[in-house]
């Protein structure tokens, strides 16, 4: 009878846990602290099997509500961050690339942060945001009310960063990764006594590979390359940041009304242990896409869950705001659902579905390569023909069932191409940068967002070859190249014009013009500014361009009508036989 007892008990207070994922959320609306890292990958969690790498305090998060077996992103960050603020695919948001403005999500997508906002809550970011550049396509453009990290793919040094805070820059102190977190945490203390939605998309451990000694020193010692060592440095000191996070929900009495996620955006950056799936960061296999996703409210979600039916990024805004008892306001149509049944067990209480993945390159939106996932298979187009994997016995992808199963192929590849049509429907012109809002007065036009005449890269180039963000415009020796902006100015009027640049002594006297319908205005290159690339303390050789300091010039005034147009800056005269380096752009409104 003892016995009896205590599983009658048992039941009740299960049934009672479940009965909370089943009826509408407490009165007070749960805080929400999302949590997103930058390239680090399944494995890259102690809790996933890898012995090499420690992280107990997200290994714990993972104990103390539920985890996600079979959870889903893009292969690459932009369309991820895309998806995950507007429960679309990223496709349907215009972002397709990660640089050059093919990352910056339309201004007509509602995101998380304006669903909370218009329910009281306090919103707030803090770190990467990548899915626009310019207002008001830009964090405060997009629902935050604060805003402090940076809006480009990556940063150029982890150390004392320059960030924005709104949308002036701001010098910190510190590595990033703390410095955001010290961010966050104030903006928590401030916010603790009404709902707030706290982002914090850290951008480590994306390279550059730079990390403080002491984690830097540990993975070294454990006999791993200086790159994984990088890698999993970065990640312990993201793994002690979210334990920060977490005991000030704790020492705030926060805890018991706060919905804690975690995940990462794609696969790992890097070779290293990813559960032995096939790919990594870039890749349409199951290894660039599946990645860690933990999700914590002490008290609604039962701690120790797991849950194995595949869910998606897309999933996130519609079970936030279920959660939150939210409704999600009339606009462009998710592609999500809410995985509150998930949460409470019910794995067989949401129907099968299919997740589409793709990624094509950067700069141009192909068919392929792509893949449709679904609880078994996965089909994947590789961008030269259609393979199928039975991941239920196949796992790491090794034999392309392919032929074996042909219906279940035909199938899949038909269920893709019909997903590829309709995602891709309003087309990719490019987002043009708004120029002339009252809030941002100045613009500036960074030179890896030009596009350059010719695009082949002869008679003017980008400093990297393919234009990264920090980039810059070099290499211009041909008279008849020149760099475009498209640009929409929203409000006519007088503008100041300059330019921030580089140049040697050979090319002092340049001659530069900058034009925009029937606006011109041209200016002299009068003073030598040749400095050599700023210390970075780089794990091993980096990809990016290196930072360095910029002089500027200012080229003179003119008129801009309203009105979208394309901006042209053109080099006059080339002593030495070639234009100084362009950065950047800058437009600074005057008044009418």
Request: with cysteine.
């Amino acid at each position: 009878m003892h016995r009896l007892a205590l599983v009658l008990l048992a039941a009740v207070l299960a049934g009672v846990l479940t009965a909370a994922l089943r009826e509408a959320p407490p009165a007070a609306p749960p805080n929400v602290l999302l949590i997103l890292t930058d390239d680090q990958g399944w494995g890259d969690v102690r809790s996933h099997g890898n012995p090499l790498i420690d992280t107990p305090r997200l290994d714990r998060l993972a104990r103390e509500g539920a985890r996600f077996e079979r959870f889903y992103v893009s292969p690459v960050c932009a369309p991820t961050r895309a998806s995950l603020l507007t429960g679309r695919y990223a496709l349907r948001t215009g972002v397709h690339g990660v640089t050059r403005g093919y990352e910056t999500m339309r201004g007509d997508e509602v995101t998380l942060a304006e669903i909370l906002r218009g329910a009281g809550y306090a919103t707030g970011l803090f770190g990467k945001w990548h899915n626009g550049a310019h207002h008001p396509h830009d964090p405060t453009g997009q629902g935050f009310d604060t805003y402090f990290g940076f809006a480009l793919g990556h940063l150029n040094n982890y150390f004392d960063p320059l960030l924005e805070y709104g949308g002036t820059p701001a010098r910190t102190d510190g590595f990033v990764t703390d410095v955001l977190t010290d961010s966050a945490l104030a903006f928590i203390r401030r916010h603790r006594d009404r709902p707030f939605f706290a982002y914090v998309p850290y951008n480590a451990p994306h390279s550059p590979f730079q990390v403080p000694d002491r984690y830097f020193e540990k993975y070294v010692a454990r006999g791993l390359s200086a790159r994984t060592a990088a890698a999993y440095g970065m990640v312990e000191n993201i793994d002690d940041n979210v334990g920060r996070l977490l005991d000030a929900l704790d020492a705030l009495g926060l805890r018991e009304n706060t919905l804690v996620l975690f995940l990462t955006d794609n696969g790992p950056n890097g070779d290293r242990y990813n559960g032995g799936m096939r790919g990594a960061k870039a890749s349409v296999h199951e290894g660039g896409v599946r990645v860690p996703l933990f999700m914590r409210w002490p008290g609604v979600i039962p701690a120790g869950r797991t849950v194995r039916t595949p869910a998606a990024h897309i999933d996130l805004l519609p079970t936030i705001a279920d959660l939150a008892g939210v409704p999600v306001p009339e606009g462009p149509a998710l592609d999500g659902q809410s995985l509150a049944p998930l949460l409470r067990g019910d794995e067989g209480g949401m129907p099968p579905r299919r997740f589409f993945t793709h990624w094509s390159g950067p700069f141009e939106v192909r068919p392929y390569p792509g893949a449709v996932r679904t609880a078994r298979w996965r089909a994947v187009h590789d961008g030269t023909a259609w393979a199928l994997y039975d991941l239920v016995h196949d796992p790491a992808e090794r034999v392309d069932v392919a032929a074996d199963e042909p219906e279940t192929m035909r199938m899949l590849a038909a269920a893709y191409d019909e997903w590829f049509a309709d995602v891709t429907a309003g087309g990719f012109s490019l987002i043009p940068t708004e120029v002339g809002h009252a809030e941002r007065p100045e613009v500036v036009l960074p030179g890896h967002e030009a596009l350059l005449h010719p695009a082949t890269g002869e008679g003017i180039g980008y400093m990297e070859r393919n234009g990264w963000a920090n980039d810059w415009i070099t290499r211009w020796t041909d008279p008849a190249a020149y760099a475009a902006w498209p640009i929409d100015v929203v409000r006519s009027g007088r503008y100041a014009v300059a330019v921030r640049y580089s140049a040697r002594a050979d090319q002092i006297g340049a001659r530069l013009r900058i034009e925009a319908g029937e606006a011109r205005v041209e200016g002299r290159i009068d003073a030598l500014h040749d400095p050599s690339f700023l210390p970075a303390p780089d794990r091993v050789p980096r990809g990016e361009v290196h930072e360095k300091d910029w002089a500027t010039q200012a080229l003179g005034t003119f008129t801009l009508v309203p009105g979208p147009q394309t901006l042209r800056l053109r080099a006059l005269s080339m002593p030495g036989g070639a234009a100084p380096d362009v950065k950047a752009v800058l437009l600074q409104r005057l008044g009418d």
